[in-house]
């Protein structure tokens, strides 16, 4: 069963089961979990700096396009749903040039883009026909988006996991839906599919969701990281800007584990501070990112299994409210 999708998706979107994005991981989105969601039904991405070193890009794009390909030839009526690649746009990542050009030879569907908006990259992935999705914190940096090209929006709200904003999920989607009528998908602690479709009932196309595809079988997480999300709930879950100089949640036992005090961290770079703790621990491969929703996350399991729990509790909530 597939759902309605909101008339302002293009159409390649038309091919979702649900109207979810698997969100771009660092260090744990790979081929294996990308290509497992998009059979699944649901969008998987992946940044382009997981692929080290950056040849290796070119790998991982032929595996995604040749094994979705064979998909949609023996599914014809379960088609795989299109996958996208996250581009760091900020100045100190100088890859970017490559890795666009990478992501042009295989026509790549969507980028996401993070970290900076420039427009001769939104004309870079038109040129191949693809389509670019903008993450953002608040209304003006949505503006700044659209104004420089991008066709949509990932309106980044309060639980989300990893770099994060402030903002309600209820402030940013409305404040954007005032003036921006184009794709927009919602971010923060969204874990079920009742939620899903409360993003959606907010004004949001898609909801955007990570975490709980960090417990799966398919994910490039270690045991404990896993066990961590499955075992986790809000609380566990601290803001700070100390590991990486940008505000993000992440799990407080991995920093614990790290010798640190996540009750009291201080503002600033982990490199240069002498306060305790280990300052070789290094944001996202010791102190794990998480969002606040993994409260409905109790197993790890594979990513088909994962999804079609989302579809079941989507399809309970849409029933709860036209009962």
């Not at 970290?115 to 953002?136: K, Q, S």
């Not at 954007?176 to 184009?182: P, S, V």
């Not at 993003?199 to 709980?212: E, N, V």
């Not at 994910?219 to 066990?227: D, E, F, L, R, T």
């Amino acid at each position: 069963m597939r759902y309605e999708i909101h008339m302002s998706l293009p159409p390649l979107f038309d091919r979702l089961r649900l109207p979810v994005i698997g969100s771009p991981l660092f260090i744990i989105s790979g081929p294996d979990l990308v290509i497992a969601q998009c059979k699944a039904g649901i969008v998987g991405s992946f940044p382009a700096l997981n692929a080290r070193p950056q040849a290796q890009l070119d790998e991982w794009l032929h595996r995604i396009t040749e094994e979705l390909a064979a998909w949609n030839r023996d599914n014809p009526d379960r088609p795989a749903a299109p996958f996208a690649v996250n581009q760091i746009v900020h100045k100190s990542n100088d890859r970017l040039e490559a890795d666009l050009a990478t992501c042009a030879k295989w026509q790549v569907p969507i980028v996401i883009t993070s970290l900076g908006a420039r427009p001769e990259l939104n004309e870079a992935v038109h040129g191949w026909g693809g389509i670019t999705l903008h993450d953002v914190i608040d209304d003006r940096f949505a503006r700044k988006a659209i104004e420089k090209g991008a066709d949509g929006l990932i309106a980044v709200a309060a639980g989300a996991g990893g770099h994060a904003g402030r903002l309600s999920p209820f402030a940013i989607v409305q404040e954007i839906r005032q003036w921006f009528d184009g794709p927009l998908a919602l971010s923060g602690a969204i874990a079920n599919g009742g939620a899903v479709l409360a993003a959606q009932a907010m004004g949001a196309d898609l909801a955007y969701i990570g975490s709980p595809f960090i417990a799966t079988d398919e994910a490039n997480a270690v045991a404990g990281y896993k066990q961590g999300i499955v075992e986790g709930r809000a609380a566990d879950i601290v803001y700070s800007n100390l590991f990486t100089g940008v505000h993000g949640n992440y799990l407080r036992g991995s920093i614990v584990a790290a010798g640190m005090d996540p009750d009291n961290l201080p503002e600033g770079d982990l490199s240069t501070m002498n306060f305790g703790g280990n300052r070789e621990a290094k944001a996202w491969k010791d102190i794990w990112g998480s969002g606040q929703g993994i409260g409905a996350v109790d197993k790890v399991e594979p990513v088909a299994a994962r999804v079609e729990r989302l579809a079941a509790e989507y399809r309970a909530a849409r029933a709860r409210i036209t009962a």
